[in-house]
């Protein structure tokens, strides 16, 4: 069989055939793609534009060239037609010969793709700041720190899975309304006319750099302040239109009776409400040839990175200087900023947007009349926690299998006592502790990752092994077939099943084992940790029975039937959790601790290349595309020679071609 070849043997069996000829172009042109009239053939019935089986349109995919624009899903076509799975069985088969160079044709231009011909390294031409960024730069411009985003409607997640998402970050004139009267509010309370706090007094005098007397008139000293004001909202040097424009807005005020700094003010809140502002915006070039960032759209792609806000000083700085872009520079101001708490934001926005644990305390909670012990300062330290986690990893440049098989987290007292069982942590500070249990450590258990893989008050093994190979690991399993999602009702109404043999019998359907196969050994691995992730040896259950003899538990009732309280009898059981599983690759493991070990094991570089590309595409702010893939092959040889350490990481992304070049977006790849 030819897909069961080495490329080079395939790439000669194709040649030989004629298939494929050595002048064809496999990568770029209008011309059908050479498996286009078999996807016709065996797949339209079901793919084509009308039907579009499982959301898949194979006539819309197969026109979208080269086909590793949508590798994934192409992947998962090769896979299902090497395994003679598609067609389904009751449809029309190709032959075995044309089955082979089917998955071939995919093969050579997935697999073997020349990237060498691409020389694309993105650009956006322009993106609104998003809620986080838009409060840390106003802190960062007036020195007042205003939790603004109350005001604002909830952010949209973009394609790249974060909120930096160029592609979901738009200036709606209904946010701009809000954006209007938030910035008349933040000029005020920033400066007052009289300023008597230390907040205050800093605020003028990051403001007001300058001030009328001698040979300074009050327009020139205007004139001082709001160049220097234009050039920090704006993120770049003021031209000299701009700066007339707001000298002439100033005068203005100052012509309706408006006092020095009173008119000053009402230029800040215009300048607050420009677009200039609001947007990121970074010039396009015309041509074919992509061509570097300058300096100062590189200080900004590197603060609001590393920041999520504004460049400061030293990075305005050395951008007027023209030395920022030099790699040694780069390579400073990287570990100058990652020392800085402004760089907090990579654990509680990066790590809790890719992770998914900003989402406890909102989407994740429990009621706390039912459940006193889950209280908001608890889940507030479940977030704390996992941010820390991921910080130190930075900060102590830890090699990123640390993410998986971490000794030692950060509690505090609260933290400490609920869930870890910890009886000798004092405070509500959060600090970092030693863990000696092999089984917690890391991200697998930690609580909020726990949590947010479970459903409310239960485990779901399937969120969980689901997660671990979507979002650590970055090899989703294909979509669920249609009504896949649920047990069927005579399986669940089974008694004397404990969960997993439940699923197990579900899973033993042919279109849900290849699935199940690979996500349920995992999720049960997870299951001595309850919802919440607290550790547990048993499950513990609660069901009724008839017999008062078999009864531990006696519940007298009301019912609207009977003018006397009725009895109900119950009985507690104990069953041992079962949590040993075995890998697709036949490796065997138990429990959390042994999951860990596997996963280092066997998928180490599916770790490190996720947790790279999720990198890239946050500091790119747009979901990676195939012609990012030279960048990233790149970033992966400089982390394997050394040692795969998480400041590697941090340097490449920041020195890489997407992070320095952009290309006019008009133009098409090559």
């Known amino acids: 069989m030819l897909n069961r070849l080495p490329g080079a043997a395939v790439l000669t069996v194709l040649v030989s055939s004629g298939v494929w000829s050595a002048g064809a172009s496999a990568q770029v042109g209008t011309s059908p793609h050479e498996i286009t009239p078999f ?56 032959s075995p010969d044309l089955r082979d160079r089917m998955v071939s044709l995919l093969y050579r231009d997935i697999e073997d793709f020349d990237y060498s011909a691409i020389d694309d390294p993105g650009f956006e ?44 970050l738009f200036l709606q004139p209904a946010l701009m309304e809000r954006y209007i009267a938030v910035a008349e509010g933040v000029v005020e309370l920033a400066l007052p006319d009289q300023p008597i706090t230390e907040t205050h007094l800093r605020s003028h005098s990051l403001v007001f750099v300058a001030e009328p007397g ?19 909202s704006y993120r770049r040097p003021p031209s000299e239109d701009e700066v007339s424009e707001a000298v002439a807005q100033y005068l203005s005020g100052r012509s309706a009776g408006l006092v020095h700094r009173s008119a000053i003010k009402q230029v800040l809140q215009a300048v607050l409400i420009s677009p200039k502002f609001l947007l990121r915006v970074e010039a396009g070039e015309a041509g074919r040839d992509p061509f570097p960032v300058n300096d100062w759209e590189l200080a900004s792609r590197l603060s609001y990175f590393l920041w999520a806000s504004m460049p400061d000083d030293e990075l305005f700085e050395l951008a007027e200087q023209g030395l920022l872009s030099e790699e040694t520079t780069l390579e400073e101001q990287v ?61 102590d440049n830890r090699p990123i299998k640390t993410l998986i098989d971490a000794d030692y987290t950060y509690v505090n007292e609260e933290l400490a006592k609920t869930l870890y069982g910890m009886e000798d942590i004092r405070g509500d500070h959060m600090r970092r502790v030693l863990l000696e249990d092999p089984n917690r450590g890391g991200v697998l258990g930690q609580p909020s990752v726990l949590a947010v893989t479970s459903n409310y008050k239960d485990t779901s093994p399937v969120k969980r092994g689901n997660y671990v190979l979507d979002v650590l690991l970055g090899t989703p399993p294909p979509p669920p077939p249609p009504n896949a999602g649920v047990l069927s009702e005579e399986v669940a109404d089974l008694r004397g099943l404990s969960f997993r043999e439940k699923l197990e019998m579900h899973a033993s359907n042919e279109t849900c084992r290849t699935c199940h196969s690979k996500i349920d050994p995992i999720g049960f691995s997870l299951e001595n940790f309850d919802y919440f992730g607290r550790w547990r040896d048993s499950y513990h259950s609660r069901e009724r029975v008839e017999d008062p003899a078999e009864a531990d538990e006696t519940v007298e009732i009301q019912t609207e039937t009977s003018p006397e309280p009725v009895l109900r009898f119950y009985k507690n059981t104990h069953r041992l959790i079962g949590a040993a599983g075995l890998l697709p690759d036949g490796t065997s493991f138990t429990g959390p ?55 590697t990481l941090l340097r490449e992304i920041v020195t890489s071609y997407p992070f320095r070049y952009k290309k006019n977006p008009s133009q098409e790849s090559n």
């Open 39 to 94: 996807i016709e053939e065996y797949c339209f019935g079901c793919h084509g534009s009308e039907t579009q089986t499982a959301g898949i349109n194979l006539s819309a995919l197969v026109a979208q060239r080269p086909l590793v624009k949508k590798k994934q899903t192409w992947e998962r076509i090769r896979e299902v037609l090497a395994e003679g799975k598609m067609p389904p069985a009751n449809a029309r088969q190709p």
């Open 214 to 232: 001698g040979e300074l008139s009050q327009a020139d000293a205007a004139g001082v302040v709001l160049r220097r004001f234009l050039l920090r």
């Open 125 to 168: 031409l322009m993106r609104r700041l998003t809620h986080t960024e838009y409060n840390n730069t106003i802190r960062d411009l007036f020195g007042v720190d205003f939790d603004l985003t109350d005001r604002l409607p909830d952010e949209l997640t973009g394609s790249s899975g974060f909120e930096n998402s160029a592609n979901t």
């Open 593 to 647: 601790a042994g999951l860990k070990r596997a996963l280092l094991e066997t998928r180490h570089s599916d770790l490190v290349r996720q947790v790279s590309a999720k990198m890239l595409a946050y500091a790119l702010g747009r979901q990676l595309e195939y012609f990012d893939e030279p960048a990233l092959h790149s970033i992966l040889g400089a982390l394997e020679k050394e040692g795969y350490l998480f400041k």
């Open 335 to 395: 570990a100058r900023m990652l020392n800085d708490r402004r760089s907090d934001t990579l654990g509680s926005i990066f790590a809790a947007q890719w992770l998914g644990f900003q989402h406890v305390g909102t989407r994740i909670w429990l009621d706390p009349i039912d459940n006193p012990w889950s209280t908001a300062s608890l889940m507030t330290a479940m977030r704390d926690e996992s941010s820390l986690f991921f910080l130190s990893l930075l900060r």
